[in-house]
């Protein structure tokens, strides 16, 4: 007679195992379940929410998910027009005004003249035989003859000079009125001042776009009077925290955060990358590298090595380019360099920290990271291309 095993007689009341019978739950398919009932659960409730959503025509774009946002602030930055000035070069040209060497009022191109071709060069056959007495004898009769004269002509400037000024009068007959020069007969003619031009201040125009960025001390002492009198709000809103003065500091001028380097390698780009998402571009000019603000603002957040995303010593900057607000992020600095604090007004020559590797880092770089009005991250690299600023990377 054979037996039944345990797990029979656990599967059946009676102790007797039954092969038509369901399988015992297990955990895996609880919990299945379970996802499955929250998926549909929030399908649902994501349905009814669309049907009590009204879009009004004009009004700007809904997004379910981040990532949504992200790639359409990331579309909108590709589709902005990229506009670089050619080179061009202007032949100058040199005006020459002066009638008494013809051509006056004419303008003559700056054109290098062509070179005098050279003239053939005469090789001499020296002579064979020395030259004959009778030619040593006339060079030397010259030589005395040319040594007395420049005697005769130096005694002479002697006398001269050594002679009183009464020693010379006039010759007989000549009136003395002739003799001497009157006053006021000589007389210069004066310029016409019609044709003569002079530059003022006002005619000239200096159009230097970085010069007119930077701040002098006493206009960056009334915008910081300005700051401290307000209360710092938050800085993860997409508004500004100091929304008082980030108005007064509207600019239109953009530069890189190393002004002073050409070229700089990039390690990691904007977008997508193994791990996730990558908000901003990983630049790698060397550990202790300064680092300056893209443009003027005002500080609106500093982590001493507590950024919740990992950042490390970073600084966070509100900017107003051209009317519209944008946040800039400078992460994984290096530890004590910082030199800004929150509220603090900077403008582009203002160094707010180091190229460092603190933080969750794999190496010396700046991160940065750029974010609208809608706190929605955007590629900065492509961003300064389309504001004309081409920062090269190997």
């Known amino acids: 007679m054979t037996h039944p095993t345990r797990r ?4 059946s009341p009676e102790g007797v195992s039954r092969p038509d019978a369901a399988p015992a739950a297990t955990r895996r398919s609880v919990r299945d379940r379970e996802r499955a009932a929250e998926a549909i659960a929030l399908t649902a409730s994501e349905a009814r929410a669309a049907e009590r959503v009204t879009v009004v025509e004009g009004s700007a774009p809904l997004y379910t998910t981040r990532r949504a946002m992200r790639d359409a602030a990331t579309q909108i930055a590709r589709d902005l ?9 202007e032949s100058p040209s040199i005006v020459v005004d002066a009638p008494s060497l013809g051509n ?5 191109p700056s054109v290098r003249p062509v070179p005098r071709a050279l003239a053939p060069r005469v090789i001499r056959q020296a002579p064979i035989a020395p030259p004959t007495q009778a030619k040593r004898g006339a060079r030397k009769i010259v030589q005395k003859i040319t040594a007395g004269g420049a005697l005769l002509f130096i005694g002479s400037l002697v006398v001269v000079t050594s002679l009183p000024a009464q020693a010379v009068q006039a010759p007989n007959g000549l009136d003395p009125e002739v003799a001497q020069m009157s ?4 007389t210069l003619e004066g310029v016409n001042a019609e044709s003569t031009g002079y530059f003022q ?3 000239i125009i200096v159009n230097d776009q970085i010069a007119a960025a930077r701040m002098a001390p006493g206009e960056l002492a009334a915008y910081q009077a300005v700051a401290d009198s307000e209360v710092a709000g938050p800085s993860y809103t997409g508004d500004p925290a100091f929304p008082q003065v980030w108005g007064m500091l509207e600019t239109g001028f953009v530069q890189t955060p190393f002004p002073n380097l050409d070229q700089v390698p990039m390690s990691s780009g904007f977008g997508y990358r193994p791990g996730g998402f990558h908000g901003g571009s990983d630049f790698i000019p060397g550990i202790g590298t300064d680092v300056r603000p893209i443009a003027n603002g005002v500080v609106s957040a500093v982590f001493q090595g507590n950024n919740p995303g990992g950042g490390g010593y970073s ?3 509100d900017h107003n380019i051209d009317g519209q607000f944008v946040q800039s992020w400078y992460g994984h600095m290096l530890p004590g360099s910082l030199t800004v604090e929150v509220g603090q007004v900077v403008d582009i020559t203002t160094v707010i920290g180091q190229v460092g590797n603190s933080g969750r880092s794999t190496g010396p770089h700046l991160h940065l990271e750029l974010k609208n009005a809608d706190y929605v991250s955007f590629d900065p690299l492509l961003w300064l291309q389309t504001r004309e600023m081409n920062l090269e990377y190997r």
């Open 8 to 11: 029979a007689l656990r599967s």
């Open 81 to 89: 027009p990229v506009q670089i000035a050619e080179p061009t070069f």
């Open 104 to 108: 006056g009022g004419d303008q003559i």
């Open 183 to 186: 006053e006021g007969v000589q």
């Open 201 to 203: 201040r006002d005619d």
């Open 315 to 317: 600084v966070f900057i």
